[in-house]
């Protein structure tokens, strides 16, 4: 089983930057994709981005390409987001979730989640 534990979240200007990371423990985060989420208040909880299991691979959702770059790094059982040109819309809080079956943007392919990190983007 891996445990996942989110950092990085923060209150950033609107414009700004954020980095998140998300530590493996408990086995090693080659074994699964990867995904990052999202949920604002009074919403449902929505796709970020995903990556496949050696990194070759990822997807995200329309509202964050072009700014936000999800990678990971095997060797030290993390995962990341880089978010840039943030704003209002993006303030949430994110979650890193790990499939080993498969990857995509449905929430329910993901078995193991984070606790979350809150992101604020202040206008």
């Known amino acids: 089983q891996v445990h996942l534990v989110e950092s990085g979240g923060g209150l950033v200007q609107a414009g700004g930057s954020l980095r998140l990371s998300c530590a493996a423990s408990g086995s090693t985060v080659s074994s699964y994709a990867m995904g990052w989420f999202r949920q604002a208040p009074g919403k449902e909880r929505e796709f ?16 964050a390409k072009g700014r936000f770059t999800i990678s990971r790094d095997n060797a030290k059982n993390m995962v990341y987001l880089q978010m840039n040109s943030l704003n209002a819309d993006d303030t949430a809080v994110y979650y890193c979730a790990a499939s080993r079956r ?17 992101v604020t983007v202040s206008s």
């Open 48 to 63: 970020v981005a995903g990556i496949n299991w050696g990194g070759e691979n990822t997807a995200s959702a329309d509202s």
């Open 102 to 118: 498969t990857w995509g943007p449905d929430k329910r392919l993901y078995t193991h989640w984070g606790q979350g990190t809150q």
